[in-house]
């Protein structure tokens, strides 16, 4: 048990963002103990049962899932002393989160975050096949039957990292670039850029749109979050159950 705000109580449960509940307390919705609270520092045990907003009871959830679409340019880690973190991106609400895994600065697109790391090594273990499906705008390269062949028998990279199966479609040819999608179920070390460049591709633009059952929302504009829905939940939750192996591919 420790303490922590009461605006922090509230938005770490999910009824509002930081300054929702700043607001909320101020109109005076919120209760502890029966009793209602104007000051939004209040500290409360993170595990009090006690905490009312309007009629509704809150509960602090022991874990916390955002689906945050990553922008450029901002770094998959928890700190950076030069680059801006996705955990910058949401620690005004969200404190002791980590990103289940990693996008290079370059890549945007879903990158999900949390405080739990039986899921995070869950999905990341190489055991559990989770799919990732990336959009890739790749010059120097076109789509071909037997590219699509290729990547579908694992592909073996130039400094000789092998890839297991992957699924390639077509999207997009334009004059001067390819549009893919690839899906992997690794996360190897530059994993989608080594696949293309292993036939001549040079990856121009590269976004996650989907992590297992989880796809990116798209009416979240680039460097904006929110929590999974439910839904995305009950996936998040079979694969803590452990009944999920060898999906997809
Ligand atoms: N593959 C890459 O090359 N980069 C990423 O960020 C993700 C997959």
Do not use: W
Not at 196 to 207: N, P, R, S
């Amino acid at each position: 048990m420790a303490k922590i705000r009461l605006d922090r109580f509230l938005s770490n449960c999910g009824a509002a963002t930081r300054s929702q509940a700043k607001k909320l307390i101020r109109q005076k919705r919120v209760s502890v103990g029966g009793i209602t609270v104007t000051d939004e520092s209040m500290k409360v045990d993170d595990d009090c049962t006690d905490i009312m907003l309007d009629n509704k009871k809150l509960v602090l959830e022991k874990y916390v899932y955002i689906m945050l679409n990553k922008p450029r340019g901002v770094i998959s880690a928890t700190d950076d002393k030069t680059h801006k973190t996705v955990t910058d991106i949401i620690k005004e609400e969200h404190k002791g989160l980590f990103p289940a895994g990693r996008l290079d600065i370059d890549t945007e697109g879903l990158i999900i975050l949390t405080n739990d790391g039986d899921f995070a090594h869950k999905t990341l273990s190489p055991k559990n096949h989770v799919t990732k499906k990336y959009i890739a705008c790749v010059s120097g390269l076109s789509y071909s039957k037997e590219l699509a062949e290729n990547f579908a028998q694992g592909i073996t990279a130039d400094d000789g990292t092998t890839f297991r199966p992957a699924i390639l479609c077509l999207i997009e040819e334009n004059q001067d670039n390819t549009v893919f999608s690839v899906e992997i179920t690794e996360g190897k070390f530059h994993q989608v850029k080594k696949m293309f460049a292993a036939f001549g591709g040079k990856v121009i633009t590269l976004k996650r749109i989907s992590f297992g059952e989880i796809v990116l929302d798209e009416t979240l504009p680039t460097g904006r979050y929110r929590r999974l829905n439910e839904k995305e939940m009950k996936y998040v939750n079979t694969i803590k159950n452990n009944r999920i192996f060898m999906e997809g591919i």
